[in-house]
């Protein structure tokens, strides 16, 4: 009987039950490939003990550009995935003024803001780094002494 290592699925484990006994190379292959499956494990994790959770009611989703469209984008499709879990979620684009800076002022206007508008969370998004890479790869040429029979007419 062979042993077969449990696979990443039901039907690749039965694939290999079915055709590693017939063909050995088969088996070898799919061997080959689980064995260079990577593999992500936990090494450890820390938790404040001290840290109480808290049930917010209602969040507001805010997408930190200043591209409207983009914003607006971002901000409907986070809050329509946060929908379909139940949550109470409104528009950071809806609440929030459009032309917002660090000033104190702008603080306290958008705290209450929140306020007032019923928000007790908010989700903050945005894009950290951007990065556009080409590359070029010139074309090469192949060294064949046998192609014009050079060395045949000695």
């Known amino acids: 009987m062979i042993y077969l290592p449990e696979g990443p699925s039901p039907a690749g484990r039965a694939f290999a039950k079915r055709y590693a006994v017939k063909n050995p190379a088969v088996y070898l292959f ?24 808290k049930n917010y009611e209602s969040i507001v989703v805010v997408a930190l550009t200043s591209h409207a469209v983009a914003k607006s984008t971002v901000e409907n499709d986070i809050a329509a995935l946060l929908r379909e879990y139940q949550v109470s979620v409104k528009r950071g684009i809806d609440i929030l003024p459009p032309k917002l800076n660090n ?3 702008d603080y306290v206007q958008v705290m209450n803001k929140l306020r007032d508008n019923g928000v007790d969370g908010i989700l903050t998004i945005s894009l950290l780094k951007e990065e556009t890479e080409s590359q070029y790869v010139p074309g090469g040429y192949s060294y064949d002494p046998f192609r014009f029979d050079y060395y045949r007419n000695f």
Not at 43 to 49: A, E, H, I, L, V
């Open 103 to 105: 000033s104190d002022s």
């Open 30 to 53: 799919i061997l080959l490939l689980y064995a260079c499956s990577s593999t992500t494990t936990i090494t450890g994790s820390w938790k404040n003990p001290s840290l109480q959770g």
